[in-house]
């Protein structure tokens, strides 16, 4: 039988305490992993947060709210999330990024809504009275901050997804028209990531309608639980699947940085003429063909625009143009294309596929076998055995 005042701990208490828990783990792991320094201390951040806006549910669930000492304890936690995920995005996908002191002007909601909630707090500690509490509370526009946290939350979610999704949109870009290396990660992990912060955002969005134009809330908290179960199960799979993360902390050289990358695009506004374009891709041909820079393994667009003797962007404006493809794309192309050769070759029948895989330039076994199904709709085995 529960005592009078004495918490009730259910299942659904445990499983929260239980995400927390595992998040806390997870962070710690994460502030000490040997890879990506730069990145995992805002990731294991945003856990933290989580875990800490996970903390609001049991403070109902639990009677902890009719306690003197956790009655408005301060919690806008809401509002710090999604700006770290942004700076998680940022500092992964752009090597030349380095946390400023302007950047803190994006955790200024966080913090000024932080220090209101904890001044409500901290004048009402004295007072034992709950009823009093409640007055000086409503005195300070109680109800009215945590509104404005909780549709603040949903606005950053939607305005820093966004900028995730245009940063790792420009790094894609930059990959695909800067560098063949295939050891340059896609970052896929990433747009789970995004998918993740939709369905979140869409939660939010959803709950926040539900409660303000039917007042679900006055009803029933089962959404609100709901949405804890599966931020709770966010947590987990933040944690779990960020740190099994490798090093992606490549070191990109600052000349062909996404940020320099993305600022000469911006500057690109002449067009070559026709005869100049022609022999830049005439150029560009002979660079391929005859001398196959292709087998360079780390070829970038800095490299071949300077064997040729011609700037980078007028390189890249042709190879758009005229050959109708990407960098990467045209690089790899020729590189498959060798790959085949030698696949028909008899005299290479005693090297395994991987080692002519790696003699052609390729110098990840798994982006070879993916680009070379994608250009000849089989797998590299397939394809040796049916040249045979």
């Known amino acids: 039988m529960q005592i009078p005042g004495e918490p009730q701990f259910s299942l659904f208490d445990l499983l929260i305490l239980i995400g927390i828990t595992q998040g806390v783990v997870m962070s710690i792991l994460l502030f000490r992993s040997?890879?990506?320094?730069?990145?995992?201390?805002?990731?294991?951040?945003?856990?933290?947060?989580?875990?800490?806006?996970?903390?609001?549910?049991?403070?109902?669930?639990?009677?902890?709210?009719?306690?003197?000492?956790?009655?408005?304890?301060?919690?806008?936690?809401?509002?710090?999330?999604?700006?770290?995920?942004?700076?998680?995005?940022?500092?992964?996908?752009?090597?030349?990024?380095?946390?400023?002191?302007?950047?803190?002007?994006?955790?200024?909601?966080?913090?000024?809504?932080?220090?209101?909630?904890?001044?409500?707090?901290?004048?009402?500690?004295?007072?034992?009275?709950?009823?009093?509490?409640?007055?000086?509370?409503?005195?300070?526009?109680?109800?009215?901050?945590?509104?404005?946290?909780?549709?603040?939350?949903?606005?950053?979610?939607?305005?820093y997804l966004y900028l995730s999704l245009r940063k790792l949109k420009i790094y894609k870009e930059w990959m695909n028209n800067v560098t063949s290396d295939s050891t340059f990660p896609d970052f896929k992990w990433l747009r789970h990531l995004v998918s993740l912060s939709i369905i979140i955002g869409a939660f939010l969005f959803f709950n926040y309608s539900a409660d303000l134009l039917f007042g679900?809330?006055?009803?029933?908290?089962?959404?609100?639980?709901?949405?804890?179960?599966?931020?709770?199960?966010?947590?987990?799979?933040?944690?779990?699947?960020?740190?099994?993360?490798?090093?992606?902390?490549?070191?990109?050289?600052?000349?062909?940085?996404?940020?320099?990358?993305?600022?000469?695009?911006?500057?690109?506004?002449?067009?070559?003429?026709s005869q100049k374009s022609m022999e830049i891709e005439q150029a560009i041909r002979h660079a391929l063909e005859e001398d196959k820079v292709f087998l360079n393994p780390t070829l970038n667009i800095q490299e071949l625009?300077?064997?040729?003797?011609?700037?980078?962007?007028?390189?890249?404006?042709?190879?758009?143009?005229?050959?109708?493809?990407?960098?990467?794309?045209?690089?790899?192309?020729?590189?498959v294309e060798e790959v085949k050769k030698k696949l028909h070759?008899?005299?290479?029948?005693?090297?395994?596929?991987l080692g002519i895989a790696l003699e052609c330039g390729f110098n990840s076994e798994a982006t070879f076998y993916r680009i070379f199904k994608k250009n000849t709709g089989l797998s590299p085995k397939e394809y040796r055995l049916q040249s045979k």
């Not at 730069?38 to 933290?48: H, K, Y």
Request: neutral net charge.
């Open 345 to 353: 070759s008899e005299d290479m029948a005693y090297m395994s596929i």
């Open 216 to 273: 679900l809330k006055e009803s029933t908290d089962l959404h609100w639980s709901t949405f804890s179960l599966f931020a709770s199960f966010s947590v987990y799979y933040l944690g779990v699947v960020g740190y099994q993360q490798p090093n992606y902390e490549l070191g990109v050289q600052e000349d062909i940085s996404v940020v320099s990358f993305q600022e000469k695009k911006e500057t690109i506004k002449t067009v070559l003429p």
């Open 34 to 159: 040997k890879n990506n320094k730069r990145s995992n201390p805002f990731l294991a951040t945003a856990l933290l947060a989580f875990c800490w806006v996970n903390t609001k549910i049991l403070l109902l669930t639990l009677d902890l709210w009719d306690t003197a000492f956790f009655r408005y304890f301060p919690n806008g936690a809401d509002v710090v999330i999604a700006p770290l995920i942004y700076f998680y995005f940022t500092s992964l996908v752009d090597a030349t990024f380095r946390f400023s002191r302007k950047h803190i002007l994006h955790f200024i909601p966080f913090i000024v809504l932080q220090a209101y909630l904890c001044i409500i707090y901290f004048s009402l500690i004295g007072t034992s009275d709950f009823a009093e509490k409640d007055r000086i509370a409503n005195s300070f526009y109680f109800n009215f901050a945590k509104d404005v946290e909780n549709y603040a939350a949903l606005i950053s979610i939607a305005v």
């Open 305 to 335: 625009s300077r064997k040729l003797t011609l700037s980078q962007q007028e390189v890249s404006q042709v190879i758009n143009a005229n050959f109708h493809k990407k960098f990467r794309d045209l690089i790899n192309e020729y590189r």
